[in-house]
């Protein structure tokens, strides 16, 4: 079974604090993806990667960056967080094949104050 | 930009009744086609996914892809009140996915 976790379920966070998710799967998977969703605009890509500190930007990419520095480890970073940025964060990896899924991790619901 | 268009509902059927969820997309490049179900605060999961024009069945579960039209739909038969959530419709191009925003869907007992 294919696995994908992410470092915590619930943040709380101030205005201006840099923030930092991260997102580990054990699938060996060449692609992963930070999503974001919102009540009434669905799950917008942020950035995805397809390989190892390769990173592309998607539809949502101002106010966020990304690290990947290991194959399995994808991180998602707040440099100064707002409150428009209150949303869940999800993130993704797949194997690479058009007809091969997303795997979706549990989702942090981000809070910033 | 592509565009991937679900109703948003709310769509309510009585238990034991058919659902029928729909999705058109824009990109006619669009390779692959995905149905995930989201509960409350979870995460999207994978129901089906159709590549090919026609239907494809599994369970009580039943997608249908129309190319030519450029439309993608999911069947729910024998609906069950724990079918109650949201459906995602997702097509790709590439290694990117494209999501709809979703049909809420309540099954009523």
């Known amino acids: 079974d294919v696995k994908v976790t992410q470092s915590s379920r619930y943040l709380v966070k101030r205005t201006g604090e840099k923030v930092f998710l991260e997102c580990v799967q054990d699938?060996?998977?060449?692609?992963m993806f930070w999503y974001r969703q919102d009540p009434g605009l669905g799950l917008r890509l942020i950035y995805f990667?397809?390989?190892?500190?390769?990173?592309e930007k998607g539809d949502i990419p101002e106010g966020y960056s990304v690290s990947r520095e290991k194959k399995e480890r994808f991180s998602l970073i707040l440099e100064s967080a707002s409150t428009n940025q209150t949303s869940m964060y999800l993130c993704?990896?797949?194997?690479?094949?058009?007809?091969?899924?997303?795997?979706f991790g549990p989702g942090t619901r981000l809070t910033v104050l | 930009q592509k565009e991937v268009e679900q109703n948003s509902g709310p769509l309510s059927v009585p238990e034991g009744a058919i659902a029928s969820l729909n999705c058109t997309y824009s990109?006619?490049?669009?390779?692959?086609f995905f149905w995930y179900r989201q509960y409350s605060g979870k995460s999207p999961e994978l129901i089906m996914f159709?590549?090919?024009?026609g239907d494809k069945e599994d369970g009580r579960f039943t997608a249908q892809l129309n190319k030519a039209s450029q439309y993608v739909s999911l069947l729910i038969r024998d609906s069950q009140p724990s079918d109650s959530a949201t459906y995602l419709c997702?097509?790709?191009?590439?290694?990117?996915?494209?999501f709809g925003t979703g049909t809420s869907l309540t099954v009523i007992p």
């Open positions: 993704a990896s797949r194997p690479p094949g058009n007809t091969d899924t997303q795997y």
């Open positions: 699938m060996d998977h060449e692609n």
């Open positions: 990667s397809y390989d190892v500190k390769m990173k």
């Open positions: 990109d006619r490049g669009s390779q692959s």
């Open positions: 159709i590549y090919s024009n």
């Open positions: 997702a097509v790709t191009a590439g290694n990117q996915f494209y």
